[in-house]
């Protein structure tokens, strides 16, 4: 069976591969269809939804279309999971790689250094970070990858302990190569599937990080987010319900279709493990 | 013996970490950008160049790095947290007056949490292949994917201003002078939103959790054992596969400690509950930096004292780590 045959025999998965599609439509086409700043004000404020032809989710506090900001926070949103579960994967792996392969002492050390990142409250860390760096892209992913990286390590580390001492590595070490290239040659991409697997829910889980720092007043001030926008109406929600529900609801698709296509994934590329658990 | 032993293995590296994270503290109050003096102040722009260099020789910033560190450390093993310069009280104070909240609301999600997770969960192992488990495991996914605040900002639309069911703001109705039972119910009343909205998310986690540690149990010897015996089904989920899989979840139960002060600062921001995750937010707003260091030194002990009390449970759970055999 193929790949993709066998992603989309998990219904669930094709399911939020087609949400997930349409989200990245969404975010490519905001500037086409707003393309005006989402921070402009273009109506009168508090306009509830398919009131005014145009504005089919109202407007917010400020007469800010909530449609546009929905499009254009899309964006933001993908962009910040993708890039920081990507700073997360070039900590993460490299260390969980060393520890895992080397063993002893450094495999010690390198595993209380990430047992230490693990007890702190993640959010509480994330907060702290933002807020001490001041609100901007940069600080926010740099936050969130700090927060999410051991689970990597820990599980790339517990790959290469299992495939350190593997036949093809033993052949490799006796032809001569370097430690480095056998951690990058030979056994990194024996490891490529978990790590996509579990990338594709990291994802997921620094979008709702994303989220919820902005919903704190911790976003980035130049970029609309989804948020952004419910923390900005959480004051006025006995007024304006749907200022907060339909970013609420777009967090909770994306979020819900990245963890659908990860599960896929799983099932794909562990295609053993996908037919003893069904 | 070798119990105690663990236990005060725990404590040491308890300390070890709570000194990392005062370093940690320490190191960040240097990056940020700015006079440090400034940021203890809370106040990141320009201030009255006199009190700027009070605050310096107070806090010893004309001292060379090595000597601040030394006064950071040791003042905090001394539990002096420094000062709040906006609300002008210590931070201790602050701290310690917000923290029952916090534990109570923590403490009953948890409790929530864990019992309806390992319910749901176990139903779902054992109706593994039915519709209903199914449903369940849909339900915990949706559950796993909403943003937490906003499902708490929802039910407030739901239940306080639709329904008018439930108090949406506060711990207590103000100058209700409610005492006793009174105090206890009306306490209780404002305690269900928040605590269910939090516990929510985690539901969700201990439901796939409880799951799939129930599948991977029940595919061991004894479980084909007790079939053979001819033991009823409800009594092998029951009594020989939701044993044996409970371990798994404790120990994960405990990991997810921080994830719960975490959400904590979530929930209590958006239904004004008076812990310390709302003291958080205020001290963003607010820009109160000593603050918001103390309280994230806060949370990240309690997480700690909260996996120490994880331990402490396994080791009952499970006689073999207590004899250590």
């Known amino acids: 069976m193929s790949f993709f045959a066998r992603f989309a025999q998990n219904r669930g998965a094709l399911f939020g591969l087609i949400i997930l599609l349409g989200i990245i439509v969404m975010a490519i086409l905001a500037p086409l269809v707003f393309p005006e700043s989402p921070w402009r004000m273009v109506q009168r404020p508090f306009l509830p939804p398919m009131e005014v032809d145009g504005f089919l989710l109202g407007t917010d506090t400020m007469g800010r279309n909530v449609a546009a900001g929905l499009m254009h926070g899309a964006w933001v949103s993908l962009m910040i999971g993708l890039v920081s579960t990507l700073v997360a994967l070039m900590i993460g792996v490299p260390l969980g790689a060393v520890a895992g392969y080397y063993g002893g002492l450094i495999d010690d050390g390198l595993m209380r250094f990430t047992e230490f990142f693990q007890t702190i409250p993640n959010f509480a860390l994330a907060i702290v970070l933002v807020a001490i760096m001041q609100p901007s892209i940069t600080s926010i992913v740099l936050a969130i990858a700090i927060v999410s990286w051991p689970p990597v390590a820990r599980l790339v580390r517990a790959e290469f302990m299992s495939l350190r001492n593997r036949e093809y590595v033993e052949a490799a070490r006796l032809v001569g190569q370097s430690n480095a290239t056998i951690i990058v040659r030979q056994i990194l991409p024996n490891t490529l599937s978990p790590i996509i697997v579990l990338a594709s829910l990291m994802v997921a889980t620094a979008i709702l990080l994303e989220s919820a720092l902005s919903f704190v007043g911790l976003g980035d001030p130049n970029v609309m987010s989804w948020g952004y926008m419910i923390g900005a109406a959480r004051t006025v929600i006995r007024q304006a319900w749907w200022l907060s529900f339909f970013p609420g609801v777009a967090i909770l698709l994306t979020v819900l279709a990245l963890n659908l296509v990860g599960e896929g994934l799983d099932d794909a590329l562990n295609p053993k493990l996908a037919r003893e658990r069904s | ?325």
Request: aromatic content about 10%; proline content about 4%; hydrophobic content about 55%.
């Open chain 2, 1 to 325: 013996m070798l119990y105690l032993r663990l236990i005060t293995m725990r404590l040491l590296k308890a300390v070890v970490v709570l000194f990392m994270i005062i370093i940690f503290n320490f190191v960040l109050i240097q990056l940020a950008p700015g006079d440090p003096a400034a940021i203890l102040a809370g106040e990141a722009g320009a201030t009255d160049e006199e009190f700027l260099r009070q605050l310096r020789e107070r806090f010893g910033l004309d001292q060379p790095m090595y000597v601040q560190l030394w006064r950071y450390v040791s003042g905090i093993a001394m539990l002096d947290f420094g000062f709040s310069y906006r609300q002008g009280v210590p931070v201790l104070d602050l701290i310690l007056a917000r923290l029952p909240a916090t534990l109570l609301l923590t403490g009953t999600a948890f409790v929530l949490s864990l019992a309806l997770g390992i319910v749901a969960g176990s139903l779902a192992a054992a109706r593994v292949k039915k519709p209903s488990g199914s449903i369940i495991m849909t339900l915990a996914l949706l559950f796993y994917a909403t943003p937490l605040f906003w499902v708490a900002l929802m039910s407030v639309v739901l239940f306080s201003v639709y329904l008018d069911l439930l108090p949406a703001y506060g711990m207590y109705t103000v100058g209700a002078g409610h005492t006793g039972l009174a105090l206890v119910l009306d306490v209780g009343k404002h305690l269900i939103l928040p605590a269910t909205t939090l516990a929510l998310f985690f539901m969700a986690i201990y439901t796939r959790m409880t799951r799939a540690s129930m599948l991977e149990a029940s595919q061991q010897d004894f479980v084909k054992t007790a079939r053979a015996k001819g033991l009823k089904n409800s009594v092998i989920q029951r009594r020989h596969i939701l044993r044996n899989a409970l371990l798994p979840i404790i120990t994960l139960a405990g990991l997810q400690a921080g994830q719960m002060v975490g959400g904590a600062i979530l929930t209590e921001t958006v239904f004004a509950w008076p812990g310390i995750g709302r003291l958080m937010f205020e001290a963003l707003q607010q820009r109160d930096y000593n603050l918001l260091l103390g309280i994230f030194f806060f949370s990240a002990a309690l997480v700690i004292v909260f996996n120490i009390i994880t331990d402490l449970v396994y080791g009952l759970a499970d006689p073999r780590i207590k004899e250590g055999s």
